[in-house]
Nanobody, 120 residues
């Protein structure tokens, strides 16, 4: 009954910007950590950025200074602002959300993925 929906991907020229969003819908849970991963063809999935419930952030070295992760806790939404995009940023981007359920237990959910293509 939990749904995780991503949006914001697309085709952009080098140096351009995109803003990804991911929203967790449902009930009886609290969103803990949220993160963004990406996977390019022929490569393994890698962590791009994450943000804790307290707002602490971390980034992969390859995106530091260019990407910003943020969250709107009231909307159970995580964002990834991507600036100064490079062709090597081309990948499918997935959000991952850790949900703590009020009745006990936790579960990680993955978004469906959104394609980001950086090309001239």
């Amino acid at each position: 009954q939990v749904q995780l929906v991503e949006s914001g991907g697309g085709l952009v020229q080098p140096g351009g910007s995109l803003r990804l969003s991911c929203t967790a819908s449902g009930r009886d849970f609290r969103v803990n950590a949220m993160g963004w991963y990406r996977q390019a063809p022929g490569k393994q999935r890698e962590l791009v950025a994450d943000i804790t419930s307290g707002g602490s952030t971390s980034y992969a070295d390859s995106v530091k200074g260019r990407f910003t992760i943020s969250r709107d806790s009231a909307k159970n939404t995580v964002y990834l602002q991507m600036n100064s995009l490079k062709p090597e940023d081309t990948a499918v981007y997935f959000c991952n959300v850790d949900l703590d359920f009020f009745e006990g237990g936790w579960h990680d959910y993955w978004g469906q993925g959104t394609q980001v293509t950086v090309s001239s």
